[in-house]
């Protein structure tokens, strides 16, 4: 069964606007991953949120994590037309990392 | 470094069909996953080996079989294929042990059964 869902299915946005997509997962968690899959190719990772953080930037990416409400975000600042892909969540246990991947939200980005 | 290949690209088989999906890495990596995107699905984990020498039943592993060849290859086999496992196959590596639980995937194989 899928651990993540992703918040919303869709999201189309001008170019130059931000982009916030939310992710809920079920159980407890070691850490929480984005992946960014082009239409037609294999998926890339993003960033990597471990479960004692609560933020973390990379580049024009930031996520947050709220354990508590078993919920993070993923936000992209200044979207381009190239950001336009799929994002998918991922959460890993402890121990070996079996990743249990979310539904995803299509992004597309207008220019 | 090419990262994570995936034989072949496309594939149609007809119901009973078998056939071989080839999957290998030039990172090092210990440890392999095979997973199915359907639509609306994201992925699910069908086989994984921790390490070489080692492998072990996802989430959907029903219909398909697995061999970790060595190091670097890891294949994914469907015995008599049916059209419920018409879907996009990825293969992924990571280096999970070491504390780097990042995946890194192929570019994936489309199947079609009919």
């Known amino acids: 069964s899928q651990q993540g869902e992703e918040d919303p299915q869709a999201l189309s946005i001008q170019e130059g606007e931000n982009a916030t997509m939310n992710c809920s997962y079920k159980?407890?968690?070691?850490?929480l991953q984005w992946y960014r899959q082009n239409s037609g190719r294999g998926l890339v990772h993003l960033i990597l949120i471990r479960s004692n953080e609560r933020e973390k930037h990379s580049g024009r990416l930031r996520v947050t994590l709220d354990t508590s409400k078993k919920s993070s975000s993923l936000l992209i600042t200044a979207s381009r037309a190239a950001d336009t892909a799929s994002y998918f969540c991922a959460t890993g246990n402890t121990g070996f990392q079996k990743l249990v991947f979310g539904t995803g939200t299509r992004l597309l980005v207008s220019p | 470094n090419a990262g994570v290949t995936q034989t072949p690209k496309f594939q149609v088989l007809k119901t009973g069909q078998s056939m071989t999906l080839q999957c290998a890495q030039d990172m090092n990596h210990n440890s392999m996953y095979w997973y199915r995107q359907d639509p609306g699905m994201g992925l699910r984990l069908i086989y994984y080996?921790?390490?070489?020498?080692?492998?072990d039943k996802g989430e959907v592993p029903n219909g398909y079989n697995v061999s970790r060849l060595n190091k670097r290859e890891f294949s994914l086999r469907l015995e008599s294929a049916a059209p419920s496992q018409t879907s996009v196959y990825f293969c992924?590596?990571?280096?999970?042990?070491?504390?780097?639980?990042?995946?890194?995937f192929g570019p994936g194989t489309r199947l079609t059964v009919t």
């Open positions: 159980t407890s968690i070691n850490n």
């Open positions: 080996s921790a390490s070489e020498g080692t492998t």
């Open positions: 992924a590596s990571s280096e999970a042990y070491r504390g780097s639980y990042e995946q890194y």
